[in-house]
């Protein structure tokens, strides 16, 4: 199910909504005004995850040093 960016052509207000399918896209209504007048805005695709740059190998530390605020630091210096 893709999430679409949408932009309320009456408040000019920009949200997310997840439609199951693209004929659904004309029910879309705005959430801060329920106006039925939205546009299906130009929306960037999410950047990929590198996920041996999200935690390290093995879950150890990450160097020496103070702390680097990451919850799964193991600096103790």
């Not at 805005?41 to 702390?67: E, F, T």
């Amino acid at each position: 199910m893709p999430m679409y960016d949408f932009e309320c052509e009456e408040c000019g207000v920009n949200f997310e909504q997840l439609v199951r399918r693209e004929s659904d896209i004309p029910m879309v209504t705005c959430p801060a005004c329920s106006s039925a007048r939205v546009a299906k805005a130009i929306s960037l695709p999410a950047a990929p995850v590198n996920s041996a740059m999200a935690m390290p190998m093995g879950g150890g530390g990450c160097g020496v040093g103070p702390r680097c605020g990451k919850p799964w630091c193991q600096r103790t210096g």
